[in-house]
């Protein structure tokens, strides 16, 4: 028995499908959006407990995100701006590497910086200059891995090694720079024009205020959907039947009609509260001779909502550790006291969040794979574009096209 009919199926509410529906709603198609968890936003996202704002993982958007932008109202999520450049740890102490054209506070203590050579300065120029307007879509250039695109242009092992692999392997989340050297160019040119900025009240701000765009009859909340191979037959684990002309499958979804694996790297962030005031803690934190910590923001600097008036919010990101949560937050508190003073025992363990898909395995040779729509099933995701949020918005707005015009009398 069929429960309910409709014209078009988003099976996830994550940024993709949040998009595919804006546009769908925009052009006054009938569609219903489900997804499986009590929350939208699928790996973007926050969770608030205690009066503090836990992202689910380290997460920022960026102010170049211009398709994203195009669906925000940015001025009422009220963002705020992370410093460029960052804070980095050098064994003694920290040093600034900023970009002294957008941060002029910082020219001297960035021309002088001992984690670059002169060569590196000149070269970091050139490629903002050669980068300010590249396309991903359009890179036709031979792909290689990031870190070999960084000594192919001429980088010295100094900023490669104190720079460019702490600072990018937070944003990959693998430590290798394995990744595509045109995913690395895609987010150097973005961070090169925009800003790094979380929302006022955390990242889950950005999918709560997409979804004010859509009507509430137009979502389910909280259904899986267990079997969609034919948009006439859509059924939820309640047995309750959907019946739809098209299906949209957003992320793993596509798993439920095809069998391709969307492969993912994993993260552990560990937030911890303290009274310790940091200096330059506007800056993302970087530790390039450390083993275990990647990269430390402290969050309630940036936003002051993130954490009660008074406490400042450290989000620590673990790339790769088989350590137990005890042993880590042991191990990382003995750190924090080495970094920023004070006594370990007055950094106060807050919480883990343990993501195993937390960004997609971006290698070479990625963007050359192409994933093909199925008749009237077809796929979104930022996997099918690139991984970022802009990347989701982009796919789940050309998905979106494409049904417009296939359900376009001609």
Do not use: W
């Not at 499908?17 to 926050?46: H, M, T, Y």
């Not at 102490?93 to 960035?110: N, Y």
């Not at 002169?118 to 879509?137: E, G, P």
């Amino acid at each position: 028995m069929v429960n309910k009919k409709t014209d078009i199926v988003i099976i996830g509410a994550g940024i993709a499908g949040l998009a595919c529906a804006i546009k769908l709603k925009k052009n006054n198609k009938n569609f219903i959006i489900i997804e499986q968890s009590d929350r939208v936003g699928g790996r973007v996202g926050s969770i608030k407990e205690n009066d503090h704002i836990f992202d689910l993982g380290f997460q920022v958007y960026n102010t170049e995100y211009h398709e994203t932008n195009s669906l925000l109202n940015l001025e009422e999520l009220k963002l705020k701006v992370f410093k460029p450049g960052a804070s980095i740890y050098n064994g003694r102490g920290f040093e600034i590497l900023s970009d002294p054209f957008r941060d002029p506070s910082t020219i001297f203590e960035t021309f002088f910086s001992g984690m670059t050579t002169f060569k590196d300065k000149i070269k970091i120029l050139t490629l903002k200059r050669a980068l300010s307007s590249y396309s991903i879509l359009e890179d036709q250039s031979e792909d290689m891995t990031t870190l070999e695109y960084l000594k192919s242009y001429g980088f010295s092992n100094k900023i490669i090694n104190g720079f460019f692999k702490p600072f990018f392997s937070g944003i990959f989340l693998e430590n290798k720079l394995e990744t595509s050297s045109k995913f690395f160019k895609n987010v150097f040119s973005n961070f090169n024009k925009g800003y790094a900025v979380v929302p006022e009240n955390g990242m889950q701000a950005i999918p709560d205020q997409m979804l004010k765009n859509l009507n509430p009859e137009n979502l389910i909340i909280g259904k899986k959907v267990i079997e969609a191979k034919n948009p006439e037959k859509i059924v939820l684990e309640n047995n309750e039947i959907i019946e739809a002309k098209y299906i949209v499958l957003t992320g793993e979804s596509n798993t439920l009609v095809d069998n391709h694996q969307i492969e993912f790297n994993s993260v552990r962030t560990f937030y911890f509260s303290s009274r310790v005031k940091v200096k330059h803690s506007k800056y993302i934190n970087l530790f390039p001779y450390d083993n275990l910590i990647n990269n430390i923001a402290i969050l309630s600097s940036v936003s002051e909502n993130y954490s009660p008036e008074g406490k400042t919010l450290f989000s620590i990101t673990i790339i790769e550790s088989d350590l137990s949560k005890s042993e880590l937050v042991d191990i990382i508190q003995d750190k924090l006291s080495t970094y920023y003073g004070d006594e370990k025992s007055n950094y106060i363990f807050m919480k883990e969040i343990n993501i195993k898909q937390a960004t997609i395995k971006q290698k070479t040779g990625y963007f050359d794979l192409k994933i093909e729509d199925k008749k009237n099933i077809l796929f979104a995701g930022d996997y099918t574009t690139y991984g970022s949020i802009e990347g989701a918005v982009v796919s789940g707005m050309k998905t979106a096209e494409k049904i417009i015009l296939m359900s376009t009398p001609v």
